[in-house]
């Protein structure tokens, strides 16, 4: 398992634990990211990872994702 901050670009990732605070992990549950989750990085430079999770893209902050842990698919 490794951060969604060091993915790459075009990488498919299944979200396998979330270390955030509850507030932080309601937010994610509420656009669709939570445990068990199939993410496609679609833009991971500077800045927020960006994320598509069942068609729509969300941009997560470096910090957040640092607590997202993932395989690949």
Known sequence: MYPLAFT???EEVVVKKIDAGSG???RLTSMGINVGSKLKVVRNQNGPVIVSVR???IAI???LAMKIMCEKC
């Open 24 to 26: 932080a992990t309601q």
């Open 61 to 63: 902050g470096r910090g």
């Open 8 to 10: 790459k670009e075009g």
């Open 55 to 57: 068609g729509s893209n």
